[in-house]
């Protein structure tokens, strides 16, 4: 199993370019997620899709837009990149259990610098 | 506003300390906290809380909840280096909120 999986590692982008950030799990997960991790404020929840059809705005959802293309894919657009994009991008599954949900399982993440 | 505070920020410490790791936290309709290691890439899961007093346990490292006082502990006993990194504390209410985490730096 390849766990979660996101592609591109690396990725350099100028102000106002637009750009899709992929992510796929083979766990068979119903949720996914989408975080960016910047220095000294953690990791911010921007979309989430609890289950197949389904997505939801996080804490931090403004100039992004997300798409859940099956159980497996869950993807994430800038449509017009900003400075303050320039971030670590991690896609993370979970499997929903009673009274909560298990461990998130993340990918390796993105490097997204926009100059 | 739903937040989760860990402390201290940083800690270093020598080989075979122990350190206590804090989180506390507000967050609405409370379902599990969770601890991650993260070293210089993705975060890695160490556990999941759900239930007060129930402490877990996993080697040198165990955890405990206290949900009437809204925190949470983590230690780590007799250090290594390899305990180098930063821990994160996520709380799941009706979505995922993590705290900045603490750097632990440990040296021989």
């Known amino acids: 199993n390849a766990g979660v999986t996101q592609t591109p590692k690396f990725q350099v982008l100028k102000t106002g370019q637009s750009m899709t950030l992929q992510c796929a799990q083979d766990m068979n997960h119903n949720s996914m997620y989408w975080y960016r991790q910047d220095p000294g404020m953690g990791l911010r929840l921007i979309y989430y899709?609890?289950?197949?059809?389904?997505?939801d705005k996080g804490e931090v959802p403004n100039g992004y837009n997300v798409s859940r293309l099956n159980k497996r894919e869950f993807s994430l657009r800038l449509e017009s990149a900003a400075p303050s994009q320039t971030s670590v991008y991690f896609c993370?599954?979970?499997?929903?259990?009673?009274?909560?949900?298990?461990?998130?399982?993340f990918g390796p993440g993105t490097r997204l610098t926009v100059t | 506003e739903d937040k989760v505070v860990q402390s201290p920020l940083s800690l270093v410490v020598h080989e075979g300390d122990t350190v206590t790791l804090n989180c506390s936290y507000e967050?609405?309709?409370?379902?599990?906290l969770l601890w991650y290691k993260q070293e210089k890439k993705a975060p890695t899961f160490l556990f999941m809380l759900?239930?007060?007093?129930i402490e877990k346990k996993s080697g040198r490292l165990s955890s405990i909840l206290d949900k009437k006082e809204l925190f949470s502990i983590l230690n780590i006993t007799a250090t290594q280096t390899g305990d180098s990194a930063v821990y994160l504390c996520?709380?799941?209410?009706?979505?995922?909120?993590f705290g900045t985490g603490t750097s632990l730096t440990v040296i021989p």
């Open positions: 967050v609405t309709n409370f379902r599990s």
């Open positions: 996520a709380v799941f209410g009706n979505q995922f909120y």
């Open positions: 899709s609890a289950s197949e059809g389904t997505t």
């Open positions: 993370a599954s979970s499997e929903r259990g009673s009274g909560g949900t298990y461990e998130q399982y």
């Open positions: 759900t239930s007060s007093g």
